[in-house]
């Protein structure tokens, strides 16, 4: 079946801007995690999301972060007014234990 | 406070060769540890986990060592091959509610087998 898909693979954008970064997670796959990569670095979580419960933002670096997830499926990242430090991959995940990936959107902010 | 450390940070192997990758973790309330593989260009997939009530898992090439006193495990690729050529990143988690398994990662060995 369909993996996890994200959009877009890339972006670029100006500092100040803000950004939307989609995740499609596996149907039927109850869990949503995003987790941020930082250039040579392991992966840093971020966000989960499970059904209609309250969601554990305690990664979220900064309140300029949000995310939701709309009808328990799609979810959505945004970050307002970017900042240089933000430039990083964003992967999103679906699953409990196994968690399988998405592809990543590689965000550079000039 | 880093609770997972993976080293090396890169390895060389030749082809034919065994590939050991080493984690240590601090948390003990860590209970699901999975190993995954990072091609350029692509999100991680995950390779082989392992729980602490066994001490050792393998599938095909990969194997899981894992020592719950130490705190420590280790991925051993058997026979490694150039297409193994990746990065890795050793991973922990456990339940912190409602089925919440945020996963705490290493930072990386980049795998490199010569030909």
């Known amino acids: 079946g369909a993996g996890v898909s994200q959009s877009p693979s890339n972006k670029v954008t100006e500092k100040g801007k803000d950004v939307e970064l989609r995740c499609d997670p596996i149907s039927g796959h109850t869990a949503l995690y995003w987790y941020r990569q930082r250039l040579g670095q392991g992966l840093e979580f971020l966000i989960y999301?499970?059904?209609?419960?309250?969601?554990?933002k305690s990664g979220l670096p900064s309140d300029r972060f949000s995310a939701e997830r709309t009808g328990g499926s799609v979810s959505t990242l945004t970050i307002q007014r970017t900042q240089q430090e933000d430039s990083a991959v964003y992967l999103c995940a679906s699953g409990v234990y196994e968690q399988y990936f998405g592809p990543g959107t590689r965000l550079t902010v000039t | 406070q880093q609770q997972v450390k993976q080293s090396p940070q890169s390895l060389i192997v030749q082809k034919g060769g065994i590939s050991i990758i080493n984690c240590a973790y601090e948390n003990t309330a860590f209970d699901y540890f999975p190993w995954y593989q990072q091609f350029p260009g692509k999100g991680p997939a995950l390779l082989i986990a392992i729980r602490p009530d066994v001490s050792e898992k393998k599938e095909g090439r990969f194997t899981i060592s894992f020592n719950k006193s130490a705190k420590q495990f280790s991925l051993h690729i058997m026979d490694s091959q150039p297409g193994d050529s990746a990065t890795y990143f050793c991973?922990?988690?456990?339940?912190?509610?409602?089925?919440?398994?945020?996963?705490?990662f290493g930072k990386g060995t980049l795998l490199t087998v010569n030909p």
């Open positions: 991973a922990a988690s456990f339940n912190s509610g409602g089925s919440n398994y945020k996963l705490t």
């Open positions: 999301f499970q059904g209609n419960s309250a969601p554990d």
